[in-house]
């Protein structure tokens, strides 16, 4: 079962700078896709537009079945679908940890208080933080912040993650807790796109690498065919 295919992508910025130049991908249930490639090479621009946090140039994006870039698509519900982590964590300064996972569920998802509350506790236990719901986003490190972000993205229930270079802003001591939650998340069969400079993770889960350069799939593999360089 196809969750994500894109079909002939192009996008230029206003800059005139051409970040995707016919960008054709097809992820399968399940697949753990990790995008890697030199910086600029257009890997976060691809992550972006399979949520639609960036409209593209030419070309189509099928995500959940749904058409990304149509205007007539509910991105709400799509983006509910698609859990998003990003490089900085993007936490709400001002809300507790506990409430950072309540939000979406209660706004969006229409969940109940308890319900939410629920939820939100047992995805803190899964990303080993349970011990830190009531403290703010800046009393913890990175690390932890990530492992919230993540928990945080999973709230909704999505069915694809997208991560977008999710240690890169880590401590190096940090990374390990975060891949972890992440290798977990993939053993569980969650399908996943991930752009990263970690290759051991990119060896261990990835499915398939994606190779990126000058804002073209330049090489695609299973990931012990790639690092053998076969
Ligand atoms: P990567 O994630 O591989 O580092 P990006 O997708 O961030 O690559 O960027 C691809 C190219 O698009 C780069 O040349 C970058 O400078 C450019 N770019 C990225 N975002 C924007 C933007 N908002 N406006 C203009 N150019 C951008
Ligand atoms: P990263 O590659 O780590 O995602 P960047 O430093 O490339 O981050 O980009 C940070 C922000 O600046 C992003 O929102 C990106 O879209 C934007 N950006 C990147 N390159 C350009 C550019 N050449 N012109 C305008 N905005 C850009």
Redesign the pocket.
């Known amino acids: 079962e196809v969750l994500i295919e894109a079909r002939g992508v192009h996008k230029t ?1 206003a ?1 005139g ?1 051409v970040a995707l130049a016919d960008v054709s991908l097809s992820v399968a249930r399940g697949e753990v896709i990790c995008i890697v490639g030199p ?2 090479s257009g ?3 691809l992550l ?1 537009t399979l949520n639609a946090l ?1 409209p593209i140039s030419a070309g189509e994006i099928r995500v959940l079945g749904e058409a990304v870039h149509d205007r007539h698509t509910d991105l709400n519900r799509l983006r509910a679908r698609v859990g998003m982590v990003f ?1 900085s964590f993007n936490l709400f300064p001002h809300r507790t940890v506990l409430e950072n996972l309540m939000l979406a569920p209660r706004i969006v998802g229409g969940l109940s208080e308890a319900e939410a509350e629920a939820r939100a506790r047992a995805l803190l236990d899964k990303v080993g933080l349970a011990g830190k719901h009531d403290q703010y986003p800046s009393q913890l490190s990175g690390g932890q912040q990530q492992r919230v972000a993540i928990a945080r993205a999973l709230a909704m229930n999505p069915q694809i993650m997208l991560f ?2 999710p240690t ?1 802003a880590l401590d190096p001591e940090k990374v390990g807790e975060v891949l972890d939650v992440m290798k977990a998340l993939a053993a569980e069969g969650m399908t996943m796109c991930v ?1 990263t400079h970690e290759m051991g993770f990119a060896r261990a889960v990835a499915s398939r690498v994606v190779f990126m350069d000058a804002g073209r799939i330049c090489h695609v593999d299973a990931p012990e065919r790639f690092f053998n360089g076969a």
């Open positions: 910025y800059n700078v910086s600029g890997k976060s621009t972006r960036e490089q977008d270079e890169s752009v």
